[in-house]
């Protein structure tokens, strides 16, 4: 696509309940991340992907959290047992091949509220 | 550990008065350095970036940015700031394999 596509774009859940968020990164980018934007601190890093193999999930808070990438393309971020410290905007982004050395390209994010 | 600091939380300035903001980083190798920007509703975007090369880079819409390796510093500069540059800014430091982001700067600019 011509962009980062993520959705929802916005999901109210309740504490406790699982959530599934995508992202659909631009076409014939092999290198995907996560981050986590929350009020006055910036963007966190969660998890990046190299094709389907995450070799840096460093940033996942715990154990709750986890990521999937299937077919070098489309990544879910999967949040389990919600927690209100959860709430957040989730950030997509991708670039053409890893390392830093190449412009990363975010989406417009999955605004996540826990109530 | 890397890490990223932006001094400067919130900023407010009149139409056509001058930008700094300041950037400070902590990385142990070679740094690829980042300014990206993020207007009201919408996505984050790269405003500029430094790899290697002329410490002074340019990037979209007047902005600059000077690399200066002694201070680890880059601090993002504009002449001349319109309303539409109303947004929150990002800093980052490029590790191996990701960004590493400071906490932002909202720029508020009054007409």
Redesign the interface.
């Known amino acids: 696509g011509a962009?980062?596509s993520q959705s929802p774009s916005n999901k109210v859940t309740e504490k406790g309940k699982d959530v599934e968020l995508r992202c659909d990164p631009i076409s014939g980018h092999t290198?995907l991340?996560w981050?986590r934007q929350s009020l006055?601190?910036?963007?966190?890093?969660l998890i990046?992907f190299?094709g389907n193999s995450a070799?840096?999930k460093s940033?996942l808070p715990s154990d709750r959290f986890s990521a999937e990438r299937t077919g070098g393309s489309v990544s879910t971020l999967t949040i389990q047992r919600t927690q209100q410290e959860d709430s957040a905007v989730y950030?997509c982004?991708s670039s053409y091949k890893?390392?830093?050395?190449n412009?990363?390209?975010?989406?417009?994010?999955s605004w996540l509220t826990v109530v | 550990a890397q890490s990223v600091s932006q001094h400067n939380h919130h900023v407010i300035l009149s139409e056509a008065a001058s930008l700094e903001l300041g950037c400070n980083y902590s990385y142990g190798g070679t740094v690829n350095l980042f300014w990206y920007v993020q207007y009201p509703g919408q996505h984050l975007q790269l405003l500029l970036k430094y790899f290697s090369g002329d410490p002074l880079v340019k990037g979209i819409k007047g902005f600059e940015a000077e690399f200066i390796k002694s201070k680890f510093s880059f601090n993002l500069r504009k002449p001349s700031v319109q309303w539409s540059d109303t947004a929150e800014y990002f800093c980052a430091v490029g590790g191996y394999n990701k960004l590493i982001f400071g906490a932002g700067t909202r720029l508020a600019v009054h007409p």
């Open positions: 962009g980062v290198a991340y981050y006055g601190q910036g963007l966190e890093f990046y190299q070799p840096d940033g950030l982004a890893g390392g830093s050395g412009t990363i390209y975010f989406g417009e994010g």
